[in-house]
């Protein structure tokens, strides 16, 4: 229930229904910290953030925002880290800081990397080249995927010959 609201908010929030998408995302924010469901958590304050973004309240952004570093970098929760700095470097580009906006926007372009493409978070990563782009600067040198790097999968049968029949015969 609490993931469908999320998206609830974040589609409104897409469509630009401002106030379905403040009432969708409070209501995610306040389920995800009444049973500790931090990953539905982080998407809502960085939903939020960007709502107060686009109202022009920058500092209750940045305030929202606040909550969200310590955990996404205390869990496994990139993804959402990458949003938060891309909103956040939306935040300072309004702001007129330029210099918090290229860090903010460095941060969101390493996180959303990943482990390069095709291995990266692909919206995540465009948003960050964009707000890199706007601020005419370079993207930072990554590197590209390296499959050398991982151990390759296993191969497994799933139902190796005469399987199927030790099951027909109830064994």
Known sequence: MILSVRLQGEAALGLGDVSTAEERLHHTLSRARTVNLVEE???????????????????????????????????????????????LAQIERDAGD?????????????????????????????????????????????LPFDESRYEPMPQVEIEPPGEEDADDQGL
């Open 41 to 87: 958590e982080l998407p809502a304050l960085v939903g939020l953030a960007e709502l107060r973004r686009r109202r022009g309240d920058l500092k209750a952004a940045r305030e929202l925002l606040d909550d969200v570093w310590e955990p996404a970098e205390r869990g496994p929760f990139r993804l959402f880290h990458a949003d938060a700095y891309n909103v």
């Open 98 to 142: 330029r210099e918090a906006a290229i860090k903010a926007a460095m941060a969101a372009y390493r996180l959303a990397w990943c482990d390069g493409p095709p291995f990266a978070y692909h919206r995540g990563l465009q948003v960050a080249k964009a707000h890199l782009a706007a601020l005419g600067v370079p993207e930072p040198a990554m």
